[in-house]
């Protein structure tokens, strides 16, 4: 397909995204679609350029699962509030956050929103959510509005 790929920021790996998306690309055309068993499936061979991506210890990988797994129960707890009792209508809204300078640390929302470090962290990651938003929906009519104010709290 001969396109140009780079990681999103923040993003650190060993390999260029050149070559991750030219491998995604290949697996697709074999095989109609591009999983991330698929992606790890052609990183096996240590001759792959994937290969150094991985951590091929099953020792320290299932170490770094759990952490993984934990961070997944942090980063998946909601919040719920009901807006009245009678609507009965739930709002959920995440719990803990991401701190900001910390990899892997995590603050409640209301600490996040009472603290200025990790409330523009908030708000930093709210504009490149935004960012993404706009780039993956912006051709969809029903949504030009949302996309224009999202352009509009970009601009702040």
Same mark, same amino acid.
């Given at each position: 397909?001969?396109?140009?790929?780079?990681?999103?920021?923040?993003?650190?790996?060993?390999?260029? #995204?050149?070559?991750?998306?030219? !491998?995604?690309?290949?697996?697709?055309?074999?095989?109609?679609?591009?999983?991330?068993?698929?992606?790890?499936?052609?990183?096996?061979?240590?001759?792959?350029?994937?290969?150094? =991506?991985?951590?091929?210890?099953?020792?320290? #990988?299932?170490?770094?699962?759990?952490?993984? @797994?934990? +961070? @997944?129960?942090?980063?998946? !707890?909601?919040?719920? @509030?009901?807006?009245?009792?009678?609507?009965? @209508? =739930?709002?959920?809204?995440? +719990?803990?956050?991401?701190?900001?300078? %910390?990899?892997?640390?995590?603050?409640?929302?209301?600490?996040?929103?009472?603290? =200025?470090?990790?409330?523009?962290?908030?708000?930093?990651?709210? %504009?490149?959510?935004? %960012?993404?938003? !706009?780039? %993956?929906?912006?051709?969809? #009519? =029903?949504?030009?509005?949302?996309?224009?104010?999202?352009?509009?709290?970009?601009?702040?």
């Amino acid at each position: 397909m001969a396109f140009s790929y780079k990681y999103a920021d923040g993003a650190v790996h060993r390999v260029s #995204a050149q070559v991750v998306g030219e !491998i995604c690309e290949r697996i697709e055309a074999e095989t109609g679609r591009c999983t991330a068993e698929d992606l790890l499936n052609s990183a096996r061979d240590p001759e792959s350029p994937l290969y150094k =991506e991985f951590e091929w210890d099953d020792t320290v #990988a299932a170490e770094k699962y759990r952490i993984w @797994q934990s +961070a @997944q129960l942090i980063r998946h !707890i909601r919040i719920i @509030q009901s807006d009245d009792a009678q609507e009965r @209508q =739930e709002y959920r809204e995440r +719990a803990f956050v991401s701190a900001p300078g %910390k990899e892997g640390a995590y603050v409640s929302m209301d600490t996040a929103l009472h603290r =200025e470090e990790y409330r523009r962290h908030l708000l930093e990651q709210a %504009k490149r959510e935004a %960012k993404c938003f !706009i780039a %993956k929906y912006r051709r969809i #009519a =029903e949504l030009v509005s949302v996309v224009a104010e999202m352009e509009n709290f970009l601009k702040l």
